[in-house]
């Protein structure tokens, strides 16, 4: 709630909004408290008198009645109206929604289009059909100026709960023998709600508008009764030699109207999850690094990380989820980067590059050196040029990184563009070598197709021809087969490795999966809680692991040949990452922990291998 | 032994490509005929790819969806109209991803007590009583109860999402991928888990995965799905060990395992489900495929003993 308010007033506009509606609102309620003359009476002898005159502040209208009582009284006839008609349209408009959305098929089908002519209609239309029916009179209008908002809420909420309607926990409600009504109000209403509640706040501007309108007409509220809109018809009369009886309401009516919109999308916005989560704040080009002292290569390495950490800062909290990462790779060797999610494997990924959204992502230690050149800290247009030329990134979910809108070969063409000169046509015979390359069937043919033509293993061969595009030394590929059928994964798995050894390409392959590490990477590092926890050979380290940690997840995998069995789980969760323990993140789970695996800095030690523990496995 | 569900011929197509009058122009037939049985007390592995018509042959186990044609026996009982709360008494579901399949916006006491109230139509008192022990048996605490589903983890909603279809105390549960968007060290505690509850509660488990290495720890017998039909079905031991059907060989051979050296299983993907070949949907990617498997589709027939395989020339 507390964030809700800061994220709302952090928008002026949306404040000032509040502020001026809040005074409105007050003084509407006011009003019968308030030493107000009576506006009902006429003083034929002081008709149309000025603002500021004696006894009558905003002076009086064509009858001699007091402007200002007028106007407080108008007002709350008119806020009031446009409440319940926002109110009453809301709830009709939902309702007929909401039964729309879930059942869906032919209920969906006649309940819109019905709503769909309605739509049709010109709402004033509509509403003067709607009032000569019932007969001019406030209350009248007020139904009119409901019924003709009822699409509005019913299209908006239908949209909604066709959403819902999808989801899972319909499916399991009806599972635990809800019928249809008890769906409809317990499981999709409070879902819809919030949704609901603020199309209503942010329509109150209207129906006020609309009622006012129908008022100025001569159908709304009748005489001497006013509200707002029969305030300004009453004046149009006099508009040239009195404007300030016109003036004034109108200027009221903007001030209300204005003041809820500027309201309604400053909720809007505050209540977007994705503005919540920071993700409609631009992140910047590149990583926001803030270290101190760059630590001095430690070795050799095409590609190497020294010491790296990032993390997030949100608000107050830290998550440390890159600490002090050092890894290396030589030009033609594959590193598989292995960890459950959370541990940091993807964060390490996109710091080289420095891809990690900032906000909330900071780079606060480390280096990551090509070819001795620190890229942490480079300046944008430098690592921009390495980006895909040198260093390359396949996605897990290519559907989520091609561009929806464009050819496969478009795309393919601009990737190379970017860093090459060529012309178009050249490009394009590029991109059509490319998807030779990484076994496109059919490849000329798929130039001209868009990526959701596509199946997920299609889709994610492109991905890997974009990588190769500009014939990178490096490819860190994320998860790539993670979203893919197995036998489709092992096609990926298979080209990737027929790639590297022809081209000597270094591919970083961060996974979750023991089996794809052990067919297809010639190191391995295990990351437990933002750090490396072991690392070496993968034939050792799967053979015969160091770290409680490795040992375990790798027993609790189950393994495809090993028969019927009860697989041995590690207990409790892995540690969130702005509380990590001291010592050893692992030791509350670990069942060789000891009271020194709690204090201090445990070091990852050794040589060819390397652990960070200090009761490790037997190790030949 | 019993039978515990029994399906016969169950199939299920969905019209495509509408006319703007008059009928569908096409079906696309998601499940063609199954016919399967599962004893009483037996955990069945389902294994396919995606799009092989797995979830649309659990939703239709438990009522979720109906049938176009063919029917359900569960326990000797025909349960001829999919309706969710005749089903759900004695069958239940557990969802893949167990944020999406919990309200956001209910409390744990009120997604667990729904069953209570609508199925068994349990008075307070009971309610409460029978809670603890769902609890108790998922292995998760009662303060808990008052809490939303944002604030737990996966493995803690998915053994919530796991109470809750055990509240409804049906016979068998039908779990859909109950493991595969968690992480491995979580994933075996909740395979455990469901182990313990099937003894506990004597369950009968219909467990559905891509994932051959999970299917094969935890099932009796396995059917391998593709392209909407079984083509291989067979005790879990033999399945992979030792396949029948081309298709099992080839997902067999893909799983990635230690030690093992890559293996692509040949090229190509699924068949066009809108332009089904006419004979088996597998000849395009079989390296033993002949003439007579791109024209006659196979049936179901037994290999060996009690494994079965869909294939004109079985291995």
């Given at each position: 709630?507390?964030l809700f308010?800061a994220?709302?007033?952090r928008?002026?506009l949306?404040?000032?909004g509040?502020?001026?509606?809040s005074?409105?609102g007050?003084l509407?309620l006011?009003t019968?408290?308030?030493?107000?003359?009576?506006?009902?009476?006429t003083?034929?002898g002081?008709?149309?008198?000025?603002?500021l005159s004696?006894?009558?502040?905003l002076g009086?209208?064509?009858l001699g009645?007091?402007?200002?009582?007028r106007?407080?009284?108008?007002t709350?006839l008119?806020?009031?109206?446009?409440?319940?008609?926002?109110?009453g349209?809301?709830?009709?408009?939902s309702?007929?929604?909401?039964?729309?959305?879930?059942?869906?098929?032919?209920?969906?089908?006649i309940i819109?289009?019905?709503?769909?002519?309605?739509?049709?209609f010109p709402?004033?239309?509509?509403?003067l059909?709607?009032?000569?029916?019932?007969?001019?009179?406030?209350?009248?209008?007020?139904?009119?100026?409901a019924?003709v908002?009822?699409?509005?809420?019913a299209?908006?909420?239908r949209g909604?709960?066709?959403?819902?309607?999808?989801?899972?926990?319909?499916?399991a409600?009806?599972?635990s023998?809800?019928g249809?009504?008890?769906?409809?109000?317990?499981?999709?209403?409070?879902?819809?709600?919030p949704?609901?509640?603020?199309?209503m706040?942010?329509?109150?501007?209207?129906m006020?508008l609309?009622?006012?309108?129908?008022?100025?007409l001569?159908?709304?509220s009748?005489p001497?009764?006013?509200?707002?809109?029969s305030?300004?018809?009453?004046?149009?009369s006099?508009?040239?030699?009195?404007?300030?009886?016109?003036?004034?309401?109108g200027?009221m009516?903007?001030?209300?109207?204005?003041?809820?919109?500027?309201?309604?999308?400053g909720?809007?916005d505050?209540?977007?999850?994705?503005?919540?989560s920071?993700?409609?704040?631009?992140?910047?080009a590149?990583?926001?690094?803030?270290r101190?002292?760059?630590?001095g290569p430690t070795?050799e390495?095409?590609?190497?990380?020294?010491?790296?950490?990032a993390?997030?800062h949100v608000?107050?909290?830290v998550y440390?989820?890159?600490?002090?990462?050092?890894?290396a790779l030589?030009?033609?060797?594959c590193?598989?980067l292995?960890?459950?999610?959370?541990s940091?494997?993807?964060?390490t990924?996109?710091?080289?590059?420095?891809?990690?959204?900032?906000?909330?992502?900071?780079i606060?230690g480390?280096a990551a050196?090509?070819?001795?050149?620190?890229?942490?800290?480079?300046?944008?247009?430098?690592?921009?040029?390495?980006r895909?030329s040198?260093v390359?990134y396949?996605?897990?979910?290519?559907?989520?990184?091609?561009?929806?809108?464009?050819?496969?070969?478009?795309q393919?063409a601009?990737?190379?563009?970017?860093?090459?000169?060529?012309?178009?046509s050249?490009a394009?015979?590029?991109?059509?070598?490319?998807?030779?390359?990484v076994?496109?069937?059919?490849?000329?043919a798929r130039?001209?197709?868009?990526?959701?033509?596509l199946?997920g293993?299609?889709r994610?061969?492109?991905?890997i021809?974009?990588?190769?595009?500009?014939?990178?030394?490096?490819?860190?590929?994320d998860?790539?087969?993670?979203?893919l059928?197995?036998t489709?994964?092992?096609?990926?798995?298979?080209l990737?490795?027929?790639?590297r050894?022809a081209?000597?390409?270094?591919i970083l392959?961060?996974?979750?999966?023991?089996?794809v590490?052990?067919?297809?990477c010639?190191r391995?590092?295990?990351?437990?809680a933002?750090?490396?926890v072991?690392e070496g050979?993968?034939?050792e380290v799967?053979?015969?692991?160091?770290?409680?940690y490795?040992?375990?997840?790798i027993?609790c995998?189950?393994e495809?040949g090993?028969?019927?069995?009860?697989?041995?789980a590690i207990p409790?969760?892995?540690?969130?990452?702005?509380?990590?323990?001291?010592?050893?993140a692992?030791?509350?789970?670990?069942e060789?922990?000891?009271e020194?695996?709690?204090?201090?800095?445990?070091?990852?030690?050794?040589?060819?291998?390397?652990?960070?523990?200090?009761?490790?496995?037997?190790?030949? | 032994?019993?039978?515990a569900?029994?399906?016969e011929?169950?199939?299920?197509?969905?019209?495509?490509g509408?006319?703007?009058?008059?009928g569908?122009r096409t079906?696309?037939?998601?499940?063609?005929?199954?016919?399967?049985?599962?004893?009483q007390?037996e955990?069945?592995?389902?294994?396919?790819?995606?799009?092989?018509?797995?979830?649309t042959l659990a939703?239709?186990?438990?009522?979720?969806?109906?049938?176009?044609?063919?029917?359900?026996e569960?326990?000797?009982?025909?349960?001829d109209?999919?309706?969710?709360?005749a089903f759900?008494?004695?069958?239940?579901?557990?969802?893949?991803?167990p944020q999406?399949s919990?309200?956001?916006?209910?409390?744990?006491?009120?997604?667990?007590?729904a069953?209570?109230r609508?199925?068994?139509?349990?008075?307070?008192?009971a309610r409460?009583?029978?809670?603890?022990?769902?609890?108790?048996a998922?292995n998760?605490?009662?303060?808990f109860l008052?809490?939303?589903p944002?604030?737990?983890s996966?493995g803690q909603?998915?053994?919530?999402?796991?109470a809750?279809?055990l509240a409804?105390t049906?016979?068998?549960l039908?779990?859909?991928?109950?493991?595969?968007?968690?992480?491995?060290?979580?994933?075996?505690?909740?395979l455990?888990?469901l182990?313990?509850?099937?003894?506990?509660f004597?369950?009968?488990?219909?467990?559905?995965?891509?994932?051959?290495?999970?299917?094969?720890?935890?099932?009796?017998?396995?059917?391998?799905?593709y392209?909407?039909?079984?083509?291989?079905?067979?005790?879990?031991?033999?399945?992979?060990?030792?396949?029948?059907?081309?298709?099992t060989q080839l997902?067999?051979?893909?799983?990635p395992?230690?030690?093992r050296?890559?293996a692509?299983?040949?090229?190509?993907e699924l068949?066009?489900p809108?332009?089904?070949?006419p004979?088996c949907?597998?000849a395009?990617r079989?390296?033993?495929?002949?003439?007579i498997?791109r024209?006659?589709?196979?049936?179901?027939r037994?290999?060996?003993?009690?494994?079965?395989?869909?294939?004109?020339?079985?291995?």
């Amino acid at each position: 709630m507390n964030l809700f308010a800061a994220l709302l007033f952090r928008n002026r506009l949306a404040a000032a909004g509040a502020v001026v509606l809040s005074i409105i609102g007050i003084l509407a309620l006011l009003t019968p408290v308030l030493p107000l003359q009576d506006p009902y009476t006429t003083h034929m002898g002081s008709r149309y008198l000025l603002p500021l005159s004696p006894g009558h502040f905003l002076g009086t209208d064509g009858l001699g009645r007091d402007l200002l009582s007028r106007l407080m009284w108008g007002t709350r006839l008119s806020l009031a109206v446009g409440v319940v008609a926002a109110v009453g349209a809301g709830t009709i408009g939902s309702a007929v929604g909401i039964v729309a959305g879930y059942f869906g098929g032919r209920t969906d089908n006649i309940i819109m289009r019905f709503v769909d002519m309605l739509m049709g209609f010109p709402y004033i239309l509509l509403a003067l059909a709607i009032v000569a029916v019932l007969g001019p009179g406030l209350m009248n209008a007020l139904i009119a100026v409901a019924a003709v908002n009822v699409p509005f809420f019913a299209r908006n909420i239908r949209g909604i709960t066709v959403g819902l309607a999808h989801r899972e926990f319909v499916d399991a409600a009806r599972l635990s023998g809800k019928g249809h009504l008890k769906i409809l109000v317990t499981e999709l209403l409070p879902n819809a709600l919030p949704v609901i509640v603020i199309a209503m706040s942010t329509t109150i501007g209207w129906m006020i508008l609309e009622t006012a309108g129908l008022s100025f007409l001569g159908l709304g509220s009748q005489p001497p009764q006013a509200d707002l809109g029969s305030m300004l018809g009453e004046a149009r009369s006099a508009m040239i030699t009195s404007p300030h009886t016109s003036m004034v309401p109108g200027a009221m009516i903007f001030l209300i109207v204005m003041s809820i919109n500027l309201l309604g999308d400053g909720i809007r916005d505050a209540l977007d999850p994705r503005l919540r989560s920071g993700a409609l704040a631009r992140p910047m080009a590149a990583t926001l690094v803030r270290r101190k002292t760059v630590p001095g290569p430690t070795g050799e390495g095409l590609l190497r990380l020294d010491d790296l950490s990032a993390q997030f800062h949100v608000g107050k909290r830290v998550y440390r989820a890159v600490s002090e990462v050092s890894l290396a790779l030589a030009p033609g060797e594959c590193v598989g980067l292995i960890g459950e999610s959370g541990s940091g494997k993807s964060v390490t990924a996109l710091s080289v590059m420095g891809l990690v959204a900032s906000p909330p992502g900071v780079i606060t230690g480390g280096a990551a050196r090509l070819e001795g050149e620190d890229l942490i800290g480079a300046p944008y247009e430098r690592l921009r040029s390495l980006r895909g030329s040198r260093v390359a990134y396949i996605f897990q979910d290519p559907l989520a990184t091609l561009h929806p809108l464009y050819k496969i070969g478009d795309q393919l063409a601009e990737a190379i563009r970017c860093h090459h000169p060529i012309s178009r046509s050249e490009a394009r015979k590029r991109a059509l070598k490319l998807l030779a390359d990484v076994h496109m069937p059919n490849a000329a043919a798929r130039l001209d197709v868009f990526p959701h033509e596509l199946s997920g293993g299609m889709r994610q061969r492109v991905g890997i021809a974009m990588a190769l595009a500009n014939e990178p030394d490096v490819i860190i590929a994320d998860e790539p087969t993670t979203a893919l059928d197995v036998t489709v994964q092992a096609q990926i798995l298979a080209l990737l490795d027929e790639l590297r050894r022809a081209r000597g390409l270094a591919i970083l392959f961060i996974t979750h999966d023991f089996g794809v590490v052990g067919q297809l990477c010639d190191r391995v590092a295990v990351m437990y809680a933002g750090r490396i926890v072991e690392e070496g050979p993968t034939a050792e380290v799967l053979a015969a692991p160091a770290h409680p940690y490795t040992a375990r997840l790798i027993a609790c995998v189950p393994e495809l040949g090993a028969g019927r069995r009860r697989l041995p789980a590690i207990p409790g969760l892995p540690p969130a990452v702005d509380r990590l323990p001291e010592g050893c993140a692992f030791a509350p789970r670990c069942e060789k922990a000891t009271e020194a695996c709690t204090k201090g800095e445990i070091v990852l030690s050794g040589a060819q291998r390397r652990w960070r523990c200090i009761h490790p496995e037997p190790v030949a | 032994m019993t039978l515990a569900l029994k399906t016969e011929a169950l199939a299920k197509r969905f019209p495509a490509g509408r006319r703007l009058l008059g009928g569908p122009r096409t079906f696309v037939h998601a499940v063609r005929p199954v016919t399967l049985e599962v004893r009483q007390g037996e955990t069945l592995g389902v294994v396919g790819e995606s799009g092989c018509g797995k979830s649309t042959l659990a939703r239709m186990l438990v009522g979720l969806l109906a049938p176009s044609e063919g029917r359900i026996e569960i326990e000797g009982r025909a349960l001829d109209k999919a309706d969710p709360v005749a089903f759900g008494k004695l069958i239940q579901y557990v969802f893949q991803d167990p944020q999406s399949s919990l309200n956001p916006r209910k409390t744990i006491r009120a997604i667990l007590e729904a069953p209570l109230r609508n199925l068994h139509g349990m008075g307070r008192a009971a309610r409460e009583t029978r809670i603890a022990e769902l609890l108790a048996a998922v292995n998760l605490r009662e303060e808990f109860l008052d809490r939303y589903p944002h604030e737990f983890s996966g493995g803690q909603a998915q053994r919530i999402g796991i109470a809750r279809a055990l509240a409804a105390t049906p016979r068998i549960l039908v779990l859909d991928e109950p493991v595969s968007a968690l992480d491995v060290s979580v994933q075996a505690q909740v395979l455990n888990l469901l182990a313990d509850l099937k003894a506990e509660f004597g369950l009968t488990y219909i467990f559905i995965s891509h994932d051959l290495a999970v299917v094969e720890a935890v099932s009796d017998r396995i059917a391998v799905l593709y392209f909407g039909s079984v083509v291989e079905e067979g005790p879990a031991e033999r399945v992979f060990a030792r396949p029948r059907h081309p298709y099992t060989q080839l997902l067999a051979r893909s799983a990635p395992a230690v030690g093992r050296p890559l293996a692509p299983g040949g090229e190509g993907e699924l068949p066009d489900p809108l332009d089904p070949p006419p004979g088996c949907a597998f000849a395009g990617r079989c390296p033993k495929a002949t003439d007579i498997c791109r024209h006659t589709a196979p049936a179901l027939r037994p290999i060996e003993g009690d494994q079965l395989a869909a294939c004109h020339q079985p291995l």
